[in-house]
């Protein structure tokens, strides 16, 4: 089966500092990739998406890093605010309509 | 509707007994998913529907699992005899074809076996 896994299953940082969340991917073949926010008592909910024939790709205070060398995926988010603190998923699509997920990475603000 | 709806958003049953959870995708959506998540797990596959073609029931975890999409709108995920390991947030998702933008979640049905 597919794998996605995440780096650190818990990450804290100060309200206004940079965070990165990583995520490591199994399958050479996917060539779509998204990362999604989960709140408590939500589904998780699209951030930013990024495909295979690019490496970096930048939306509003959240960028996506791209290395198919490693097979890495990361998330970095600028100031991070206490709206931002859920639960971050990333999900690669190696064919179809088919996503498989990671088990997450916890973000805690700390105001 | 706007968004992917689920119903209901809370259900708490005696082992043994059969559930019945439903999920309204987006309109239009020809995909649509069932997901389990666990406390503190990342989402687990279940099944897939695509249009009218059969279903990928490849996640399904047990004959007492099976799930419907009736006239490629509405789906209901059916637990027979529950199980206390079946307790988990059982999230529904939907997607236009070659899903842009990835899948639309719904909140989800948080399912308690007592």
């Known amino acids: 089966g597919e794998s996605v896994g995440l780096h650190l299953p818990t990450l804290s940082v100060q309200e206004g500092d940079n965070s990165i969340i990583n995520c490591a991917y199994s399958?050479?073949?996917?060539?779509?990739f998204i990362w999604y926010k989960q709140e408590s008592g939500k589904g998780p909910q699209f951030i930013i998406d990024?495909?295979?024939?690019?490496d970096k790709r930048q939306g509003q205070r959240v960028t996506v890093l791209l290395n198919k060398t490693v097979k890495h995926l990361s998330l970095q988010i600028a100031a991070t605010q206490p709206g931002d603190s859920a639960v971050y998923f990333c999900?690669?699509?190696?064919?179809?309509?088919?996503?498989?997920f990671g088990t997450g990475t916890s973000l805690t603000v700390i105001p | 509707g706007a968004g992917v709806s689920q119903s209901p958003s809370n259900k708490v049953t005696e082992k043994g007994k059969d559930v019945e959870l439903r999920c309204d995708p987006i309109?239009?959506?020809?995909?649509l998913y069932w997901y389990r998540q666990s406390l503190g797990q990342g989402l687990e596959f279940l099944i897939y529907?695509?249009?009218?073609?059969?279903?990928?029931k490849s996640g399904l975890p047990s004959d007492r699992f099976s799930a419907e999409r009736t006239g490629g709108s509405v789906s209901t995920l059916t637990i027979q005899r529950t199980q206390q390991e079946d307790s988990a947030v059982y999230l529904c998702?939907?997607?236009?074809?070659?899903?842009?933008?990835?899948?639309?979640f719904g909140s989800g049905t948080r399912l308690t076996v007592v």
């Open positions: 998702a939907s997607s236009s074809v070659k899903g842009a933008y990835g899948y639309t």
């Open positions: 399958n050479s073949a996917s060539d779509y």
């Open positions: 990024i495909r295979s024939n690019m």
């Open positions: 999900a690669e699509n190696p064919t179809g309509n088919q996503f498989y």
């Open positions: 309109s239009g959506h020809t995909a």
């Open positions: 529907f695509q249009g009218n073609s059969a279903p990928d």
